[in-house]
């Protein structure tokens, strides 16, 4: 089964741009996925849907974070990779990436209900 593993830095400055990376092993971006999203969870609250990207790269983004958010691909690496920019304390959050073997459609693909692969998750602490 395709596998999902998050990583990048647990701490990240106030104002700073939160890189994280989101490697796939037991099958390539290529081969499985066609639809993925990266999703993140706040201490004590409920799943967050950041956005997500296509294999044929369109791109969908919460309203809400639009402004500071980029998703893209390294199909060579089997990479997906996210950027939030100009982060604060309220982004400090448990990040997922999580990805689907279908093309979503309409609002399915402004949600993570249809993900069948997830990571386990990677916690990002904002902080000075």
């Known amino acids: 089964q395709v596998q999902l593993q998050e990583s990048g830095p647990g701490l990240v400055k106030p104002s700073q741009t939160l890189s994280l990376t989101c490697t796939v092993s037991n099958g390539s971006i290529t081969a499985n996925l066609a639809y993925w999203s990266w999703i993140r969870q706040p201490p004590g609250k409920g799943l967050e849907w950041i956005g997500g990207m296509t294999l044929g790269d369109s791109t969908y983004y919460s309203p809400s974070l639009k402004s500071r958010t980029s998703i893209s691909r390294d199909t060579y690496k089997d990479q997906l990779t996210l950027q939030l920019s100009s982060v604060t304390p309220e982004d400090t959050a448990v990040y997922y990436c999580?990805?689907?073997?279908?093309?979503?459609?309409?609002?399915?693909?402004?949600?993570?209900?249809?993900?069948?692969?997830w990571g386990k998750g990677t916690l990002v602490t904002v902080s000075s």
């Open positions: 999580a990805g689907a073997p279908a093309y979503c459609s309409g609002s399915v693909c402004y949600d993570y209900y249809t993900m069948d692969y």
